[in-house]
């Protein structure tokens, strides 16, 4: 996996692993690859050779899984979304209703955080 095709280093490089009811923490040094892998698992990093599958499928295939999870919350704040769009992400990644979610917001009077930087 490359970050840019300018560069002829790979970001990771023959990583292979398998996961089973636990959970997980990746350590390495800075510039090891971690963000990249977790990037790539997320759909957030183009993979440029190999592939990665979560419960048999294309990581870029899958959609409305729920049993695979991130903190999401820390990607998003570094891309800087705001609540409004996080609530989006998360209920179309998980099949959830976007409407039904903004309503829950409104009803507990949470509306004034929805352009709020998470």
Sequence with gaps: MRYDKRYSYKAVDGVSFSLKDEKTVIVG???SGKTTLLKS??????IT?????????DVNKI?????????LGEVYRIMRSNVRDTIRIYAD???GNVHDAMDLVKKF?????LGRKI
């Excluded at 050779?49 to 499928?57: E, L, Q, R």
């Excluded at 959609?63 to 903190?71: A, D, K, L, P």
């Excluded at 009077?109 to 955080?113: A, E, F, P, Q």
């Design 41 to 46: 698992m997320l759909g957030l990093a183009p």
């Design 63 to 71: 959609s409305h899984e729920t049993r695979f999870s991130t903190n």
């Design 49 to 57: 050779s190999g592939n990665a599958t979560i419960f048999g499928v």
């Design 93 to 95: 990644m998980k099949g």
């Design 29 to 31: 040094s800075n510039g």
């Design 109 to 113: 009077g949470l509306s004034d955080i």
